[in-house]
């Protein structure tokens, strides 16, 4: 079964681009976590999808969005790119039973995208 | 407030010795999922082991246990015999309830060396 796969896993942008990263969850899984990873604020969470519903979303700027598509593949789009937005976005799919969300869903991740602003 | 605290920024260990890693979180919701992930320099986060909050029994996976007491708000991992591949850091995560979902928290982060 192939895991997580995000694309690209790696890429450098300047200073008021904007990026589009993908994700392709695990094959079954619905749900979809994004996540930022720095050295300074190391994991913060960005949002959480759930067939095409945005469940969830972290405290980031409007700059920062995302959406799910119906095959539960997710994309995470950074507008007006800065520096500290440098970072390693890890995407995380999860599978749910019951159709609801709850504590015990392990989640599954993939390399994560390798964003660089210059 | 930190909602996990990971205390142990680095901590080494000998080959086949025992180490336990610290994490202590901290949640009103009686309802919540603790999670202990691997990440190795190459990026990728592994999950290693899940304890949920109405578990009587502690957590084991392999050589990784989970010494959960709830009271003290404390879900240390134990990762027993230790491999020079066991060398990355380990991060704690909490699952809970927030506004129309949930949402997964994670600590710091710990970075394990395994000496050989």
């Not at chain 1, 519903?53 to 950074?78: D, L, W």
């Not at chain 2, 610290?22 to 990440?39: I, M, N, V």
Request: with cysteine; charged share 15%; proline share 3%.
């Amino acid at each position: 079964k192939a895991g997580v796969t995000q694309t690209p896993r790696y890429l450098i942008k300047t200073r008021g681009q904007q990026v589009t990263l993908s994700c392709s969850p695990i094959s079954g899984h619905r749900s979809v976590s994004w996540y930022q990873q720095t050295p300074g604020q190391g994991l913060q969470f960005l949002f959480e999808y759930f067939s095409e519903t945005q469940r969830n979303k972290g405290n980031f700027p409007g700059r920062f969005s995302g959406r799910q598509f119906s095959n539960s593949r997710s994309e995470m789009n950074v507008s007006t790119l800065e520096l500290g937005d440098s970072a390693l976005y890890l995407c995380a799919s999860s599978f749910t039973r019951q159709g609801n969300l709850s504590p015990n869903t392990e989640a599954f991740f993939g390399q994560g995208t390798r964003l660089t602003v210059v | 407030a930190q909602k996990i605290t990971q205390t142990q920024p680095g901590m080494f260990v000998q080959e086949k010795e025992a180490v336990t890693l610290d994490c202590t979180y901290d949640t009103s919701d009686p309802s919540y999922g603790l999670f202990w992930y691997k990440q190795p320099s190459s990026g990728e986060m592994i999950f290693l082991i899940y304890q949920g909050s109405y578990d009587q029994q502690n957590a084991t996976e392999g050589r990784y246990s989970l010494n959960f007491q709830k009271a003290r708000k404390s879900a240390n991992l134990v990762i027993s015999a230790s491999q020079l591949g066991d060398s990355a850091m380990y991060f704690c995560a909490m699952r809970e309830a927030d506004t129309g979902g949930f949402k997964t928290i994670f600590g710091a982060g710990t970075r394990l060396f395994v000496k050989a």
